[in-house]
């Protein structure tokens, strides 16, 4: 299962609401997973089941989505948000993540 | 508190093989799937290998199947992932990585990484 991320890089200011969007190439239900990887560190868990919020995640952070569209959306960038973030289909093996999107703060 | 600490890094000639560890604390590891994961320099994730929580069953990547193993030793807590015939395309950042306990295709917990370079 291919999945396609857009757009690959976005510069928004703080409090300005960021949408992601993910594609996957056949039906997935609602299993995907966004994660965040903060520059030179390893990712971590968002979202998963496509809009079930992580333990500790920012509530300005929420997914949604089933079968083949997806969207992560953050509702009001903070600096700290700074970071690129993956989507990835947990339906079949192999398991495959977007190609990822660079969050930049203007 | 939950720990994967990655080793077995480092630059290796295209070729040879090589064997990446895990040491995992913090949590009952024998109860848990175990994923890796890679990252080659200034480009995005790749999902490599997930293997269960016993050792009964193991998936790969396309890319690497028949060229990487993922193993683990319940006993020393530990997952493995061996990596043959090394070609450039290989180096990256390896991230052993801990399956969620309800849906083991989920990553809840990541290691901080071990790089491996693959050069002449």
């Known amino acids: 299962i291919q999945v396609t991320q857009s757009p690959s890089s976005l510069s928004a200011s703080v409090g300005d609401r960021v949408t992601i969007t993910c594609r996957a190439s056949q039906g997935i239900g609602s299993y995907l997973a966004w994660y965040q990887q903060k520059p030179g560190k390893a990712p971590s868990l968002l979202i998963y089941?496509?809009?079930t919020l992580q333990g500790g995640v920012p509530s300005r952070f929420s997914g949604s989505g089933s079968g083949t569209d997806f969207t992560l959306t953050i509702s009001s960038l903070q600096p700290e948000d700074l970071a690129t973030y993956y989507c990835?289909?947990?339906?079949?093996?192999?398991?495959?993540f977007g190609g990822g999107t660079k969050v930049e703060i203007k | 508190q939950v720990q994967l600490v990655e080793s077995g890094g480092g630059v290796v000639q295209p070729g040879r093989s090589l064997r990446l560890s895990c040491a995992a604390s913090?949590?009952?590891?024998?109860?848990?799937?175990m994923h890796w994961v890679r990252q080659a320099p200034g480009r995005g994730l790749e999902w490599v290998a997930v293997?269960?929580?016993?050792?009964?069953?193991?998936y790969y990547a396309d890319s690497v199947r028949g060229r990487l193993t993922i193993s683990r030793d319940n006993s020393r807590n530990t997952l493995y992932l061996q990596i043959h015939s090394l070609r450039a395309e290989d180096t990256a950042v390896y991230y052993c990585?801990?399956?969620?306990?309800?849906?083991?295709?989920?990553?809840?917990?990541w290691g901080q990484g071990t790089l491996v370079t693959v050069s002449s």
């Open positions: 293997i269960w929580f016993d050792g009964s069953k193991k």
């Open positions: 990585a801990r399956a969620e306990a309800h849906n083991w295709n989920l990553v809840d917990f």
């Open positions: 089941a496509a809009s």
């Open positions: 990835q289909q947990l339906n079949s093996y192999p398991l495959t």
């Open positions: 913090g949590f009952s590891f024998s109860t848990f799937g």
